[in-house]
């Protein structure tokens, strides 16, 4: 990865940021000061461009509003351009209000000033889907502006952040990639007594926990809002707890809380070993260990799941520590995302849907039985760039179902779509639609990326959908190749099942050509949609 800086500071101190990035190799490079209009008009090879200004610069002293509000419109122009001519992510930052007031009435003025501009910046990003806007402003409200800021640092190095606010800064520019680049964690595995609530309910009863509008009970209550809020934005939740699960169940009945039964993708409510249950609960819901996060108030759960799962990350929750639960929740590692896709927010849905489908394949009496029942209809489009952010998001994320674990960003898909064919395939049956859940990437007479979420596996829809590409390829003789990684053996033979001729074995990469033109035989129906 590739991080470029530029701003009316310097922007050395940042580069530490890299250290808070979980990539192999970061690169860190820094423009020179005040060349913020030079880099933006310019090209870039980076993945990340940042651009730091301080309020001064659009505020500078003999300025007037106009002519402020004016050089952020061109401010916002360059950032357009440069995000339609570039594939970089572009990351912005909010501008901190004043904080001195001599002229009560020139204070006001300037406040509204500084939201106006702080504005302009956000309805920006929201028109560019490529630019992210790092909060600074609201860092340093956290941080003080006595303790974040030093006028003399700034006259006299350019450099106006104090060693106080560096830290949390760093934080929020690392927040922000990581938003873009790293993979959300799909799934949190909840304790409940003295975590969803206080007191234990087998012992409390269901009306002794506590969780309700007065103190302690109203700070369970707001955390759990606090995760409602992360289940609408996509992330699936799990509870694994050592208690009777009559017990459990009748808390969730009988008790007015914002968590409900249903609110839970996978429930395991027992005595067996949490290790034991969160391998349960992985299968089920057919993802990595590795994409869970643990949280238990006892330490003895999380070391016992730590033993077994040393990838799983955990977190100890105490109330204390959790009463600002938004503040305690954005903590966490990588439950966060930049924008939500329309399949994010259905997951919990097509979870429950899922179930369903199980249960009838359970009484199925054939596997071709099972795909007739479901009605599935396999919607294909080609070069859709309204569905960038998805296709990207699941070129980042599949790992198992994944021919080569070739990661795209966005810009990087736009540029496959201008150089080649990008395939996106959308599954709905008769239970419900799961989303777009597949991928493939066609490029210069190659299949250089095919991938699909495994939830949903197991109706021959992957067969149809690469025959599929085969049939629309401009050249049906394309190569293509199977690269292993620890997560994708799955997949080994998936190209040789399709009668692809195997024409070269490399180590872990084995390469293939597809020389043919016959007509396939589709299990599914497969229809193109623009």
Known sequence: ?????????????????????????????????????????????????????????????????????????????????????????IVVNTLAAPVHRLVGSDHIARLRLTARLNEMLLACAERTGRVSIADVAGVLARQGHDKAI?????????????????????DEYARVIRERFVVRKKVLLLDADNTLWGGVVGEDGVEGIQVDDQYPGILFRNFQAELMALRASGLLLALVTKNNEADVREAFDKRDMPLRWDSFAAIRANWDPKSANIASIAEQLNVGVDSMLFIDDNPVEIAEVAARF??????????????????????????????????????????????????????????????????????????????????????????????TTRRYSEGDILAAMDEGQVFDFRVRD??????????????????????????????????????????????????????????????ADFYDRMGFSLVGNDNAVRRYLHDNDDDYELTNEVIEVS
């Open 310 to 403: 040393p990838q799983l990350a955990s977190r100890q929750f105490d109330i204390r520590e959790a009463a600002d639960a938004a503040a305690w929740l954005a903590a966490l590692p990588d439950v966060g995302t930049w924008s939500p896709s329309t399949e994010d927010l259905a997951k919990s849905e097509q979870y429950r849907q899922e179930a369903v489908r199980q249960e009838l394949a359970a009484a199925a009496t054939s596997i071709e039985d099972y795909i007739a029942s479901l009605g599935i209809v396999v919607e294909a489009g080609i070069n859709r760039a309204d569905h960038v952010k998805r296709i990207a998001q699941l070129t980042n994320k599949t790992n198992q179902f994944n021919l």
């Open 1 to 89: 990865m590739l991080i470029e800086f530029v701003g009316n500071v310097i922007t050395q101190p940042f580069g530490r940021l890299a250290r808070l990035l979980p990539q192999q190799e970061v690169k860190v490079a820094h423009h020179g000061i005040d060349q913020t209009m030079q880099v933006l008009l310019g090209a870039s090879a980076a993945d990340v461009l940042i651009v730091h200004l301080t309020p001064d610069h659009f505020l500078s002293t003999g300025r007037d509003d106009a002519a402020a509000v004016a050089l952020m419109q061109a401010h916002c122009d360059a950032i357009e351009r440069f995000a339609a001519a570039n594939r970089a992510v």
């Open 430 to 491: 008769r239970f419900g639609d799961m989303g777009i859940i597949a991928v493939a990437v066609v490029r210069g007479g190659e299949i250089e990326a095919f991938l699909m979420s495994c939830r949903a596996l197991g109706r021959k829809i992957e067969d149809d959908i690469i025959k599929y590409v085969v049939s629309k390829a401009p050249d049906p003789r394309l190569t293509a190749c199977f690269i292993r990684t620890e997560k994708n053996p799955m997949v």
């Open 150 to 170: 030093s006028a003399a640092n700034a006259a006299m190095m350019r450099m106006p952040y104090t060693s106080h606010a560096l830290p949390a800064l760093l």
